[in-house]
Nanobody, 124 residues
Framework: QVQLVESGGGLVQAGGSLRLSCAASGRAVSRYAMGWFRQAPGKEREFVAAISWGSGTTDYADSVRGRFTISRDNAKDTVYLQMNGLKPEDTAVYYC?????????????????WGQGTQVTVSS
C-alpha cells in the first residue's frame, strides 16, 4: 500500500511559477514510477509528466514540455513538479500517482495509487 499527499497548489498569475510536491509513504516507494496528471472542470484527466523510479527517464505532455520539470528525491520519498511559465489553461486539479515498476507511463490506467489532488489556478 502506498499513500500519496500532494501540496503546493495555489493561485498564481499567468507567467508565474509553482512547485508541487507529492509526499509518498508505504512499501518500497523508491521502486515506484511516479506521474502527475491533471483534470480541469468538465474535462477528462490528462497526463502531465512521469519519472522512472531511478530518475533516469522522464516524459512530458507536449503541452507542458519545456515549462514543467518533474523530479524526485528518493531519500525523502517525495516527487516534485516545477511549473514555470504558467498559463490560464494550466488551471486544474493536479494529482500525483504511483505505479509499481521502473518504466514511465502516460496512461492513467497503469497507475495503482493516487493522491487526493491539489488545485492550481492561473489567472490571466
Amino acid at each position: 500500500q502506498v499513500q500519496l499527499v500532494e501540496s503546493g497548489g495555489g493561485l498564481v498569475q499567468a507567467g508565474g511559477s509553482l512547485r508541487l510536491s507529492c509526499a509518498a509513504s508505504g512499501r518500497a516507494v523508491s521502486r515506484y514510477a511516479m506521474g502527475w496528471f491533471r483534470q480541469a472542470p468538465g474535462k477528462e484527466r490528462e497526463f502531465v509528466a512521469a519519472i522512472s523510479w531511478g530518475s533516469g527517464t522522464t516524459d512530458y505532455a507536449d503541452s507542458v514540455r519545456g515549462r514543467f520539470t518533474i523530479s524526485r528525491d528518493n531519500a525523502k520519498d517525495t516527487v516534485y513538479l516545477q511549473m514555470n511559465g504558467l498559463k490560464p489553461e494550466d488551471t486544474a486539479v493536479y494529482y500525483c500517482a504511483a505505479r509499481f515498476g521502473a518504466s514511465v507511463e502516460s496512461d492513467a490506467r497503469w497507475y495503482d495509487y493516487w493522491g487526493q489532488g491539489t488545485q492550481v489556478t492561473v489567472s490571466s
